[in-house]
């Protein structure tokens, strides 16, 4: 099922604050952008997952201490969202789109050479090597140009299952 | 990157004119093309004068309602008392969508100087520009874009000297298909769940953090800098069927023809030349089956009703569909409808905010009635219980996505029942769902 | 006044009902109950769950009832065939993932799912074979479980938490029908109000530990009460099931506690069943007392008050209006030194952020107020003292510290009305068994000088009776009912003058700010 991505191989690290340093820099030159902390919220999210990859729980805390919002409500809002990671993922986190435009132009025999091909078995699960975690995501708006993948933030379109192969070995 | 394709004799590019020219890209390339002179036009107006103008043009909402954009600007307050904020809706998410997304690539700044005529026309010191998570180059070559616009003065405390500051923030959505809804994404620019808002409060008394707010689409925004630049009685000339439809209009097509892609003609222009003409027909040796013309939230039509439709907001009604966002979704005689359907309605559940309960059950419930018809184990009365469904899901909740779920659904049983028929007969090998 | 009216009919009442009033609030007052479940008067609304769904004339579409506010003249029809059709869906929606464990469920009986769809809801399920959505029970916090099958996704518990407690330590998590209600891992439903949202939860999904198991809803008695956790004098109600109290619930005063009440004050209940209890009227002689009837200790009781020139009176603060005042009436004569026992918490009040001069207490007692509007104004160790050189000494539900009984004990005749053997002491001449709170109808005076009734939830054990009708019998007055007790005593106090007990009501009346008689509500 499409959705968000199950946990993975990758182990826990002791965690790191991400709002020190460059990350604080990085923090305060939203405020003044917005009337409010709390609409600070999604774009300090994705501060936390370019830095660590994924939105840990101690970063939920992390992300309500500076903004001053419960760890409770930013869970709510994380988990609304389906972009944000709430386990590790693989390296190369790979979206392909199934919806009916993708659908009636083969998306489905692209997602199922990806699984083939990374070595992740099933949707929402990472590779044994931790290199690939693949999932299916709800239409990528890229909808004349089936099928398209979002492997990390590169947008890659007209994908069919000859190529996948190909277009893995750019991503180590 | 998808690269677009030389302009059909059938087109009239305005909004795309530059697409696939990576030379309109950058603020310097944009002026040279004669960028910017509908803002310099519109600083040299009133407020006022603006939205007449605009309101003259016969300009509606292109995301999807269609609503009159020149009347939605009037709603703002005159007196400023209170911030007032414009926000772009470029979250485009509507299955079978992908034009707003081409603007941007091409030409963000033809959306920047489209956004500030709008916030100059409602008196809004700060624009939010709402882009999708997913579209990762585009955000990259707005923030580029909205950069060389404050260094050419076109943003900033003093718009090309005219005293008048304007901001614009570009603010990053996470993957919420609802967050296209204007409340939603109101609430989800103030940092919360993207939960549609109950209206009223309309938006232009109390939208972001209460203040007066106005939420146009990415291509409406484009279209009203030309608009101020050439003049309402042009734009309205831009017609070939109902006068309350005018303008150009970008189309996407997908699925199956032989060019996909977007397609900008005149209002009115026949739905027939797009598919068969522009985009050259179905692949070889098939026969159209049906057209969601609207992006995925709209009726299915059959290949009569394309027959003789013509592209505006009224004929396509007229043919039993809605133009929506003009995203248009082309099957062929291959498709499997009930399986597309599904789908399609797993999409909306995939979606559902959560918060009224018919949409949170009913779009989860429907996907499971269409799996076990596919899986070759459905009733007869599972029909019956799809529409009833889809009626109960029907303007009984804060925001249409139920609605839009049903929509496909009904469309579907009534006009094509030989396709649910070939499954609830078994006379159809089952599908099981493939991934 | 009249323009801030505006005119409306619901179901063929026409009301007049003031501007900006909800649909379903005006409902209400048309003796008309339009089926919700997000909507509760005191929580913003969502109009989430869709249940309210009416049909008004004109509108092209139903109209959710709870953020709909009536315009003039507008005709709301609740009951049409469109509106019940839009609940039936409702509740076959809403019941396509929730489980029928109603025989296990601590909800039944009083859940609001169960009632519509009872009411209104269809007789058969279409969803069929499908497994229903399937999540384990959570323990949210020391008393209250989440059991996920159950929720309707209401929200009512997020609000509460949020906007009226000021501590949104819950959460709506994930969306569609995978979401649920959630708990940041790290937090607690800790917070001294958070059982409330046991009451707010309309199915069985939120439910208290403390209650579970222990009654079926059915078997429950009612009795409308006023909380003795503290001075604030929350509205409650007692639930009783054979003879036993089970459960403390809010009972809405928008004056008071609006729909309210702590977690303090809802566990404050144990002692009410207490089973070592004074069941008849003891009498000393010699060193050991012997059990007498109520003609012969009232006497006793009558004798000693009527004679002694020297009296003290030390009473719990839990003690009613009633009883303090006829003690006081039954030893008139005398002087008196009179004193109210009243625990004082350690820890500051604690207060319910969205509802303005709502707290748990520091003053852990419910009639702290009324006992110093009848002059038990001494201080409890200058009370003490007086004993030394008083004839009578009258103890009111109180258990006393071996040195304080040492030293009322010594000098004076020691009477006591007590609850439970606990406070008896071998040195008292009359023991007296009284009625605890639950058992007998009486008034507290909150700390805002509110005089709040509260009626008798269980029967008393053997013998006892409430303690203003001991006082009455030993010469505080003739009063056979609390009633008559209330009226007697408020004619002798300014601060109650022109209080009847019949204009209390079921939310009570400001002492000292009462309207004449016949002034009207």
């Known amino acids: 099922m499409s959705g968000t991505a199950t946990p993975g191989a990758v182990h826990h690290q002791p965690y790191r604050p991400v709002f020190v340093g460059e990350g604080r820099t990085a923090l305060e030159a939203l405020f003044p952008h917005y009337p409010t902390r709390q609409a600070c919220l999604l774009p300090a999210l994705w501060l936390v997952q370019e830095a660590r990859g994924w939105i840990a729980p101690e970063a939920i805390g992390e992300v309500a201490t500076v903004l001053g919002l419960t760890p409770a409500y930013v869970r709510g809002v994380v988990t609304f969202y389906t972009m944000y990671h709430t386990h590790p993922v693989g390296r190369h986190f790979i979206q392909v789109c199934t919806t009916t435009p993708c659908s009636i132009c083969g998306a489905e025999e692209v997602v199922r050479a990806l699984l083939q091909h990374t070595g992740c078995g099933e949707l929402g699960a990472t590779s044994p090597d931790g290199r690939f975690t693949v999932i299916e995501v709800e239409c990528l708006g890229a909808c004349g140009f089936a099928t398209p993948l979002l492997i990390d933030d590169d947008f890659i379109e007209g994908v069919t299952p000859e190529r996948v192969a190909g277009i893995l070995q750019g991503y180590k | ?435 | 006044m009249t323009q801030d009216l505006v005119s409306v009919t619901i179901d063929g009442v026409t009301l007049q009902v003031p501007k900006g009033t909800s649909i379903i609030e005006a409902a209400k007052q048309a003796g008309v109950l339009v089926p919700h479940y997000c909507y509760h008067p005191a929580l913003p609304s969502p109009a989430v769950c869709r249940m309210c769904l009416v049909e008004v004339e004109k509108a092209p579409k139903l109209m959710p009832a709870c953020v709909t506010t009536v315009v003039e003249g507008q005709v709301v029809h609740t009951d049409s065939a469109e509106a019940r059709r839009a609940r039936t869906a409702v509740l076959e929606f809403l019941l396509i993932n929730h489980p029928l464990d109603c025989p296990i469920c601590d909800q039944a009986g009083e859940c609001e799912l169960q009632d519509y769809v009872f009411q209104e809801g269809r007789g058969g399920s279409r969803y069929g074979d499908y497994a229903k959505r399937y999540n384990p029970v959570e323990e949210f916090g020391p008393d209250v479980l989440y059991v996920p099958n159950r929720c309707i996704l209401c929200t009512r518990c997020v609000r509460f938490m949020e906007d009226v407690a000021g501590s949104p330590v819950l959460n709506v998590s994930e969306r569609g029908d995978r979401a649920y209600i959630g708990i940041d891992p790290g937090q607690l439903l800790d917070h001294p109000w958070a059982g409330n949202v046991v009451d707010l939860c309309p199915v069985g999904s939120l439910i208290s530990r403390d209650f579970l198991h222990k009654a079926r809803a059915w078997e429950l008695d009612k009795t409308a009460s006023v909380c003795s956790g503290c001075s604030q004098g929350c509205n409650t109600m007692i639930d009783t099931r054979d003879n036993t109290v089970v459960r403390l619930r809010p009972r809405p005063n928008l004056e008071v506690n609006r729909h309210f009440m702590c977690d303090h004050g809802r566990m404050h209940y144990r002692w009410m069943n207490r089973g070592d209890r004074i069941e008849a009227p003891l009498v000393r002689e010699g060193e050991r007392h012997h059990a007498t009837d109520w003609d012969h200790a009232l006497q006793r009781l009558g004798a000693l008050l009527g004679s002694a020139r020297r009296v003290v009176l030390l009473a719990s603060g839990a003690a009613s209006v009633e009883s303090l005042g006829l003690l006081r009436r039954a030893t008139r004569k005398a002087t008196v030194t009179a004193a109210v026992q009243i625990p004082m918490a350690e820890d500051p009040d604690q207060p319910l952020a969205g509802v303005p001069n709502l707290a748990l207490r520091r003053e852990r007692a419910p009639n702290g107020a009324g006992a110093r509007l009848l002059g038990y104004t001494a201080g409890w160790d200058e009370a003490l003292n007086a004993a030394a050189a008083a004839e009578v000494v009258v103890l009111l539900d109180v258990a006393l510290t071996e040195a304080e009984a040492r030293q009322v004990g010594a000098t004076a005749h020691l009477i006591l009305m007590g609850t439970h053997e606990g406070q008896v002491l071998g040195s008292a001449e009359l023991v007296l068994p009284v009625t605890n709170t639950a058992e007998e109808g009486g008034c507290f005076v909150n700390r805002d000088a509110r005089v709040q009734r509260y009626q008798q939830a269980r029967q008393a054990p053997g013998m006892a009776r409430p303690a203003w009708w001991v006082a009455a019998g030993a010469g505080g007055g003739d009063a056979a009912t609390a009633a008559e007790a209330f009226d007697l005593v408020a004619r002798d106090v300014a601060a109650l003058a022109g209080l009847r007990h019949a204009d209390l009501g079921l939310t009570g009346r400001i002492a000292g700010a009462a309207a004449p008689a016949g002034a009207g509500a």
């Open chain 2, 1 to 435: 990157m998808g690269y677009p394709h030389p302009s059909h004799p059938l087109e009239r590019p305005l909004l795309s004119r530059h697409f696939g020219d990576a030379g309109a890209r950058s603020f310097d390339g944009w002026v040279k093309r004669g960028g910017y002179q509908g803002l310099k036009k519109a600083l040299g107006m009133t407020r006022a004068q603006v939205i007449e103008e605009v309101t003259n043009s016969g300009l509606r909402g292109r995301g999807g309602a269609g609503f009159p954009t020149g009347l939605k600007w009037s709603f703002m307050p005159r007196e400023v008392t209170r911030p007032h904020y414009l926000v772009c809706n470029a979250d485009e998410s509507e299955p079978g969508t992908f034009k707003d997304r081409e603007i941007i690539r091409w030409t963000p700044h033809q959306l920047l100087e489209g956004c500030v005529v709008a916030a100059h026309a409602i008196g809004a010191e700060r624009i939010y520009i709402y882009i999708r998570g997913e579209f990762t180059t585009e955000y990259r070559i707005l923030k580029t874009a909205v950069a060389e616009a404050y260094h050419g003065g076109v943003l900033g405390a003093n718009v090309f000297g005219s005293g008048q500051r304007i901001d614009v923030v570009v603010h990053r959505g996470a993957g919420a298909y609802i967050c296209g809804e204007e409340t939603a994404m109101m609430n989800s620019l103030e940092g919360r769940r993207g939960n549609p808002r109950i209206k009223p409060p309309f938006p232009a008394q109390a939208g972001l953090w209460a203040c007066p707010t106005t939420v146009n689409n990415v291509e409406t925004l484009a279209a009203a800098a030309h608009i101020v630049r050439e003049g309402a009685a042009w734009h309205k000339a831009l017609c070939r069927g109902n006068p309350r439809s005018t303008g150009t209009k970008l189309f996407s097509v997908c699925g199956h023809v032989q060019r996909p892609g977007n397609y900008e003609v005149v209002m009115g222009t026949p739905m027939k030349d797009l598919i068969f003409e522009m985009c050259g027909g179905m692949p070889m040796g098939r026969r159209l089956k049906a057209v969601i013309p609207g992006g995925s939230s709209v009726p299915i039509m059959n290949a009569a009703e394309v027959e003789d439709c013509l592209l505006d907001y009224e004929g396509i009604v007229a043919r039993g569909s809605m133009l929506g966002s003009g995203g248009m979704i082309v099957m062929d005689d291959s498709t499997d409808l009930v399986y597309q359907v599904m789908r399609l309605a797993r999409f909306y559940a995939h979606e559902s905010c959560a918060q009224c309960t018919q949409c949170r059950e009913g779009t989860a419930w429907t996907v499971r009635i269409l799996e076990r018809i596919l899986a070759g184990k459905g009733r007869r009365e599972d029909l019956d219980l799809l529409l009833d469904l889809a009626d109960n899901m029907t303007g009984k909740t804060i925001c249409v996505l139920s609605d839009s779920c049903a929509a496909p659904v009904v469309s579907a049983i009534r006009k094509f029942p030989e396709e649910f028929e070939a499954y609830l007969s078994r006379s159809r090998a089952p599908v099981t769902v493939a991934v």
